[in-house]
């Protein structure tokens, strides 16, 4: 996706600091519906998981794209239980690495069914400045 063209998401191109190119994985449909943000905790508590899980199946069942980071916690746990509906993971390194690892098969899966973005070419490690810089395009 490029900025200025009718797919880039409008929201996300009122950002500042908005990514002039991003790569989309997926169902590239999915930025064209009501969208919320879920992000949260990575090391969070069976509770939090559970409940993230309840919300985030609740809104994609009633045609909100829940949008998030694919971080291990409460991201995982979002995108999980809004799978079948289509969910968007944004990535903060390149969609050749799934990042963290135990979320590879997730990431395989939302590929299939929803969409990841990045920003950052495919072959970019993850980095923890990468994830701060990520968490603009989840606002967007």
């Known amino acids: ?22 790569a989309a994985h997926g169902h590239v449909h ?11 905790a990575r090391n969070a508590s069976a509770a939090a998981r559970k409940l993230t899980a309840q919300i985030a199946g609740d809104l994609s069942a009633n045609g909100i ?18 799978l079948s509906h289509g969910t968007i993971a944004v990535l903060g390194n390149g969609a050749a690495h799934a990042y963290p690892r ?7 899966q939302l590929i299939e069914q929803g969409l990841a973005l990045a920003e950052n070419p495919p072959d970019t490690a993850p980095q923890a400045s990468l994830f701060t810089r990520r968490n603009r395009i989840i606002s967007g």
């Open 1 to 22: 996706m490029i900025w200025g063209t009718p797919e880039y998401p409008s929201a996300l191109a009122a950002l500042p600091d908005a990514p002039p190119v991003m």
């Open 30 to 40: 999915l930025l064209q519906k009501p969208m919320v943000a879920m992000v949260g």
């Open 65 to 82: 794209v829940v949008v998030s980071g694919l971080a291990r916690g409460v991201g995982g746990a979002a995108h999980q239980a809004a």
């Open 102 to 108: 135990e979320n590879t098969e997730l990431q395989a």
